[in-house]
Nanobody, 115 residues
Framework: QVQLVESGGGLVQPGGSLRLSCAAS????????LDWYRQAPGKQRELVAG???????NYADSVKGRFTITRDNAKKTVYLQMNSLKPEDTAVYFC?????????WGQGTQVTVSS
């Protein structure tokens, strides 16, 4: 059974930083495309950042220059470094893996940016 487990969320003040981690029990982890999504209360889930099997990345305009997605294939983990956090970054953050028609989601981790 495939599992994706996020960690690293919490409460942080505006301007602060957090690093989210997502550990995956995927075989041949290096082949999977990995994404971070977020969902704020009353809003649709949105794509925050993605990283391909080759290491290419993409970001939502709202987080460009502040967030960085990376992956460690040896540890089967994807990270989201979040800097200069804003109150509007408050949401539940989910990681997703996809390969062909298969995709798996984690359970989410809460990030709250507030003074």
């Amino acid at each position: 059974q495939v599992q994706l487990v996020e960690s690293g969320g919490g409460l942080v003040q505006p301007g602060g930083s957090l690093r989210l981690s997502c550990a995956a029990s995927l075989s041949i982890f290096s082949l999977w495309h990995l994404d971070w999504y977020r969902q704020a209360p009353g809003k649709q889930r949105e794509l925050v950042a993605g990283i391909t099997s080759g290491g290419s990345t993409n970001y939502a305009d709202s987080v460009k220059g502040r967030f960085t997605i990376t992956r460690d294939n040896a540890k089967k983990t994807v990270y989201l470094q979040m800097n200069s956090l804003k109150p509007e970054d408050t949401a539940v953050y989910f990681c997703k893996s996809r390969y062909g028609s298969r995709e798996y989601w984690g359970q989410g981790t809460q990030v709250t940016v507030s003074s």
